[in-house]
């Protein structure tokens, strides 16, 4: 069994920064395309960034320049660093995982419990 545990979520002022990590657990060979999803109350999931199992990243227009993604395959992490920070980016940051290679067999499609991200203005 695997799970994904997020942390590093809280409250800053507009300006600052944050920094995400989410771990998943258990026995783990490798990991695909990780992603950072994040929900506004009201509104729709969306993606915020993603990272490829070779290290390629992709961001959403709106986050570009301010965050970074990167991953640690030796601990089977990914981080989100969160800088300038807006109260636009006040949500739940969910992690993702895409596809994870375990002793029993795959497991696609993988969701960390989300951590609460508030910038106050």
């Known amino acids: 069994q695997v799970q994904l545990v997020e942390s590093g979520g809280g409250l800053v002022q507009a300006g600052g920064s944050l920094r995400l990590s989410c771990a998943a657990s258990?026995?783990?060979?490798?990991?695909?395309?990780m992603d950072w999803y994040r929900q506004a109350p009201g509104k729709q999931r969306e993606l915020v960034a993603s990272?490829?199992?070779?290290?390629?990243?992709t961001y959403a227009d709106s986050v570009k320049g301010r965050f970074t993604i990167s991953r640690d395959n030796a601990k089977n992490t990914v981080y989100l660093q969160m800088n300038s920070l807006k109260p636009e980016d006040t949500a739940v940051y969910y992690c993702?995982?895409?596809?994870?290679?375990?002793?029993?067999?795959?497991?696609?499609?993988?969701w960390g419990q989300g951590t609460q991200v508030t910038v106050s203005s």
């Open positions: 990272i490829t199992s070779g290290g390629s990243t």
């Open positions: 993702n995982m895409d596809r994870i290679a375990t002793n029993k067999g795959p497991i696609f499609g993988s």
């Open positions: 258990g026995i783990i060979f490798s990991i695909g395309a």
